[in-house]
């Protein structure tokens, strides 16, 4: 697996009145990034979304290690190409976290 251009897990975050702010140990300074919350997002969604964000390193870092293993292992035990159409979605999921548009 090569280096992400992505800030490093793990990601802290700070909420605030109307944004929240997330922040690293391995980037120097306070944080990295800040999102701002719609007027017209429902309170219900700000939570739930923060922390789907805050995780999205770690879940990139477990889909690249999950594709990678379970290609081998599933042609090795005779799964055709066919039955592996889940892995092409995932890699497709991988090139959009990382800009790559295919």
């Known amino acids: 697996m090569t280096k992400p251009l992505h800030t490093a897990a793990p990601w802290g975050v700070d909420h605030f009145n109307e944004h929240c702010a997330f922040y690293s140990p391995t980037v120097e300074g306070d944080y990295f990034m800040r999102v701002e919350f719609s007027d017209d997002m429902p309170e219900s969604e700000i939570a739930p979304n923060i ?27 005779g799964f055709t190409e066919d039955e592996l159409s889940w892995l092409e979605e995932a890699q497709r999921a991988i090139a959009n976290a990382k800009g790559i548009r295919t």
């Open 51 to 77: 922390s789907l964000i805050g995780a999205a390193p770690d879940l990139l870092a477990a889909l690249e290690e999950l594709v990678e293993r379970d290609r081998s292992e599933a042609l090795s035990c």
